[in-house]
């Protein structure tokens, strides 16, 4: 055979296989969506993956292929939420020169996504029930946190060198009080509106929450500087 002969088998070998390469990824992503919404509401435990399935448009034997079982499915799910949050975290425009304004424009960030992606709460809402067992098995949910932590350092940093902050700030502290006003209200929307007679999913309130949050990020940053 000659090599214009393979040549051409190969190109032809590599077309046929581009659509099949193409509808693999499109079932994949099928799956892993739909197994974020069967997850995030029904938790690992009541999640079925009969119902994934079908919503995904594929059957049993796709989803095993892919993800091996039900374990490695939930787990592709938590790290592929993880890696969205922290790949729209490294697209923010942060200037270290100004450290404050980069630390209201993680705390805005933060308090949208979580707003604008409410299976990803649930998601995580249901492995907390579970004690975070997956996330602790998972090099990838610790792994992608690991420029988010330097981000807050040299935020520090600066704002210490500039006499902007305080002393005695904590990256790891700071960044659960910023999850935390980002997410709590959400995750207890329903019982705190009925027990303190507030709309929380009003969108003033929720304008309102975050003017707060932003405030109460600035003043803990600025206590004690010089």
């Known amino acids: 055979?000659?090599?214009?002969?393979?040549?051409?088998?190969?190109?032809?070998?590599?077309?046929?296989?581009?659509?099949?390469?193409?509808?693999?990824?499109?079932?994949?992503?099928?799956i892993l969506a739909a197994a974020l919404k069967e997850f995030s509401q029904a938790g690992f435990a009541g999640?079925?993956?009969?119902?994934?399935?079908?919503a995904a448009k594929c059957n049993i034997r796709m989803l095993y292929h892919y993800f091996g079982d039900?374990?490695?499915?939930?787990?592709?799910?938590?790290?592929?939420?993880?890696?969205?949050?922290?790949?729209?975290?490294?697209?923010?425009?942060?200037?270290?020169?100004?450290?404050?304004?980069?630390?209201?424009?993680?705390?805005?960030?933060?308090?949208d996504y979580f707003e604008k992606n409410p299976r990803f709460e649930g998601l995580l809402r249901n492995e907390n029930l579970q004690h975070g067992k997956f996330a602790a098995q998972s090099r990838v949910v610790t792994e992608t946190a690991f420029p988010l932590r330097r981000t807050i350092e040299k935020l520090i940093e600066s704002g210490q060198s500039k006499g902007l902050f305080g002393p005695n700030l904590d990256p790891v502290q700071i960044y659960v009080t910023i999850a935390a006003m980002s997410r709590f209200h959400l995750a207890n929307g329903y019982s705190l509106s009925a027990?303190?007679?507030t709309d929380?999913?009003?969108?003033?309130?929720?304008?309102?929450?975050?003017?707060?949050?932003?405030?109460?990020?600035?003043?803990?940053?600025?206590r004690g500087a010089r």
Do not use: C
């Open 70 to 111: 039900k374990k490695g499915l939930y787990m592709a799910v938590l790290e592929s939420a993880y890696m969205d949050l922290r790949a729209r975290e490294a697209e923010l425009k942060i200037d270290f020169d100004q450290p404050l304004e980069g630390f209201l424009e993680l705390q805005r960030f933060t308090f």
């Open 1 to 30: 055979m000659t090599d214009a002969v393979l040549d051409a088998n190969k190109a032809e070998a590599d077309i046929d296989s581009a659509p099949r390469k193409r509808n693999a990824e499109r079932t994949r992503k099928a």
């Open 200 to 222: 929380m999913s009003a969108p003033e309130w929720r304008r309102a929450r975050l003017d707060h949050a932003l405030a109460l990020l600035e003043g803990y940053l600025t």
């Open 47 to 54: 999640a079925r993956i009969e119902r994934i399935v079908k």
């Open 195 to 197: 027990t303190l007679n």
